[in-house]
């Protein structure tokens, strides 16, 4: 069973990539542990990790750790699973001592045939001011270009003489070099903030990127002598479900998934379309009630328009009870929709304002 | 049929190699159009090519190209290829307006493991001085490292989205991500001179080397439109034969060639141990002549210990009529050799106090 971090892949059961993967589930310890959990860790959006304790220890005890993220600018907008990345980039914030969002144009250069020049033009136009819209903390985080930064360029290379072909092919399948370099480049990214001092790291991932974190951990431990590497921690949530009620949106069906940013006509459109837990008539419903559980417009609510806990728990039990029904929440969905749509376009504004004065490190 | 950079092969048959490998053999045509050709190909040493014309072509017309070598700094002495190269080179930048050597230590960590900070310090203790005493010109030249030249690691990274491991593995047969990381890294140096400006550049190598050229040309070919590239030009010579007589020189068995440097007993030792076209006895020799088309004290002669020609052509008629016999030669060539180990070593040391104001290229 692979993941392919290049594709879309369609994950049926979360379950089974604990199992198979060797993750371990986020439990209520864990939400113990962290102090103001965010909304992604109370829900359980956030569902597996590796290593958390590690970063539990490191807050609790004041210690240094770092967390990271990255973005391969070859699509000119983002989706929700950037979003829930970028918001437990800003609860790791808080704590950390160094954060990195990193632009990974070597890999949209040897992966997607996006050009350099392309991949800083799009990260600097969008996506970095798009992260900083989304909460990352300009003034926090350590920004490079892959292609920019020579300890990153230099530690991918000579990560390569400690790992087979087999075991590149056991991670990721079959693979072109441009995607083993790519992948190398990845681990050197997740590594690289332990160059200057090996310290303990979260990186907050969609499921997909989990053999990136593999192949770094792997590497990791391989390296252990020469760089004192600690193997970094990481977390993963869920999927934003597709908007026809597939597990994860699909990149090749666009109708199928709401973009950051999307037009309010589009929004509509979208919402009005989707797939919810509805019954085939009004008054069926009203009876029976609605099945949240599997409605994609409440899994939206849950995961991103809805912050209070109660609020959610009343939509739950209104919509079971039959008090409400699909129209009601379709409605409210686009209400807010719009509404984040808006805000993401102002902040979006004033991050763009941010960019001139930010410096991006040469490694 | 593959050549592998990485190890000793013994090559039977340059023919063969010729044919398989689409080279084109060095005619006189080439050494007419050569100004001053220097000893190796005057006397073919220097037996084959790729697109030698389009250096023949710059040099008749001075027009800018670049020469190009480098080195992986495994060993802690050389041996007489690289002394063939250094030659080459020599001969090269009289002509070149850019002259490269590098310090392989990429290379050397995912292939032979051996540390960034050893790399660097063997290169500058032995390997860039011994290069500047055989000829290459430190005014001329640009030094660099792999590891400190980001322009390099990063076309090296750029240039796997354009090849297929089918690819690799037709040239180089299996490979490791180690060594695939190499191969990348070895034609991001090749192709680095022209990043600036496409101009011809030519690589004088070993035979063993072709595949680093094949793929530097292949990827030139893939990435014009980018970047303009000219497929680079190389010139191959011959192996310095193994002192028992076999083709070529094996680093598994040290008694069987002489490296560089190497004291005046073992030198001695060697040669009197050494493989020649003598005959059973001295009076079969003196009546029937020797054959120094296979003696390999004569091709020591030929390819090292004596400039000029008209004294090679002597010692050939000599030794065909049985005038002189092989102690005759092993004697002249320990005195040679000696004296050719002791001028190196003051050259060495000459060279040494250069490097301290050598500037290393970060790209």
Known sequence: MFIDPWGAVLVEDYRKIIECFGLKPFTDEHLKLLPEPNRLMRRRVVFCHRDLEVILDAIRNGRPFYALTGIVPSAEKIHFGNKMVVENMAYFQRYADRVYMLVADIEAATVRGISLEESRRRALEFHIPAYIALGLDPRKVTFYFQSENKSVMRLAHLLSAKVTLSELRAIYGELTPGKM????????????????????????????????IRLARDLAKRFRREYGFIPPSSIYHRYTPSLDGRLKMSKSEPGSYIE????????????????????????????????????VVFELFKQHLIEDDRELDRIYDAC????????????????????????????????????????????
């Open 320 to 363: 079971k009870s039959g008090e409400i029904i699909c129209g009601d929440c379709k409605t409210l969905a686009t209400e807010l929709m719009t509404k984040f749509m808006e805000e993401f376009q102002e902040k979006l504004e004033r991050a763009r304002d941010v960019i001139p004065s930010l410096s991006f490190t040469t490694g």
């Open 181 to 212: 370099v790519a992948a190398l480049m990845d681990a050197g990214d997740i590594l690289y903030p332990q160059l200057e001092e090996p310290t303990p790291g979260i990186i907050p991932v969609g499921i997909d990127q989990d053999p990136h």
């Open 260 to 295: 950051i940013p999307e037009p309010p006509e589009s929004v509509r459109e979208k919402i009005w379309d989707a797939f919810t837990g509805g019954r085939p008539t009004a008054r069926e419903q009203r009876e029976l009630g609605g099945r949240p559980e599997v409605c």
